[in-house]
């Protein structure tokens, strides 16, 4: 290995390393600079202009999001991961060779649609390609890569905590990130540097404050119920329901808004949930207890059925009529109007209902464990302060 445990040990303990890190205006890469910050480690984001605001401001700005507004423990050098030497002159990437300790790889594009394959394979691949070239040719001697428990692909049962390599998957991000993976694995073997590789499940807000900065995934099929529900109450107080009434809504009797949509699911499905509090806290855990590397399941050990959150969504936005069904069901009695409209905003998120495969975290637990880290179980209470920031930020439309 480029360095001992005992260097590691000594330089992280006064947060002497010099941390690169890729995706830190993203939810999850932001989330870990601020954590990294707070234990004193100096950053350098890779960030790139947007719209009007750039590199430096959006990585301040984010920062003030978090409550860190006049931390400068920091630097931001402008670039893109997909682009040769990461779309760096010489300077820079000369900087980084000679000062990152460590790299913190959370750039990734989360495209499910096989129409943003280039796009997926471009960030996913190829940029943590560049990310490794740089690991490669720096003094670095420890990579950090967010990965996704759902690298695993099409398998049923249980999946461990190893690279298992795989050729089935549901979408392009699960194919393009378990491709990274066997980059990131080659390379680092290869080159002696120590690696961790990070397999948060599907991961929602703050399980304290509900806070977000994406809503996606968990939050898909919750939006698009919000947003008909609202469509059909505006129906009904402009024009007496008529629209309303051809999908089969209706108003009841106790002011619910009664919607026919039955969601498909197969035996034993669930769905594996993981505040992103808990993700932060289980990978400054693991970074600060496993110095010989490893792949890490950051599951959920009380996996949310379709029932409850069903139920959690009917209780929120006070409607009634959702129903869990079978596939097979819809064979027998095809979707209604209403069901078509509701899953041409869901479809991409499909094998979610349909997922029964169980994430071994036997390597974790131990670390966890030792540290008192529990991934809280996603109840009626966290639901709600998570949709409720959702739609205090417009679905996020309304970020600052």
Known sequence: MRRSVDYIVEKRKNAESVIFLTGGTGFMGSNIAVALLK?????????????????????????????????????????????????????????????????????????????????????????????????????????????????AGKVRGRCLEEY??????????????????????????????RVNIYRPSIIYGDSRTGKSLSFKAFYVPFRAGHYLKKLFERDI?????????????????????????????????SFNLVPIDFTVDGCMAIMENYFDGGIFHLVSRKPNTLDELILFGEKFFNA????????????????????????????????????DRIFDDTKTREVLDRNNITCPYLDYEIFSKCIKYAIEVDWGRALP
């Not at 298992?164 to 002696?192: D, M, W």
């Not at 007496?240 to 039955?262: C, H, N, S």
């Open 39 to 151: 234990k004193g480690y100096f950053i350098i984001f890779l960030c790139r202009p947007k719209h009007d605001l750039g590199a430096y401001e959006r990585v301040q700005k984010l920062l003030e999001w978090h409550g860190l507004p006049y931390n400068t423990n920091f630097k931001v050098v402008s670039g893109q991961v997909y682009e040769p030497r990461l779309g760096l002159d010489d300077e820079a990437y000369t900087y980084l060779l000679e000062n990152v300790d460590e790299i913190w790889h959370c750039a990734a594009d989360t495209s499910f649609p096989e129409r943003k394959r280039k796009q997926a394979e471009r960030v996913n691949v190829q940029g943590t390609l560049n990310v490794l070239k740089l690991a490669v040719e720096s003094k670095c001697y420890f990579f950090h890569h967010m990965s996704s428990a759902y690298v």
């Open 320 to 355: 009634t009529g959702y129903k869990s069904v079978l596939a097979e069901d819809f064979v027998h009695k095809p979707r209604n109007a209403l069901e078509i409209l509701f899953d041409s905003f869901i479809n991409i998120y499909e094998p979610n209902f349909h997922d």
């Open 237 to 269: 107080e402009e024009n007496k329901g008529l629209q309303t009434e051809k999908m089969g809504v209706r108003k009841t009797d106790d002011g619910k808004i009664y919607m026919p949509i039955r969601i498909g699911k197969i035996d034993g499905s």
């Open 164 to 193: 298992v390599p795989q050729r089935q998957f549901y979408n392009v991000y699960e194919e393009t990130k378990h491709i990274a993976e066997s980059h990131v694995l080659e390379n680092c073997g290869r080159e002696k540097i």
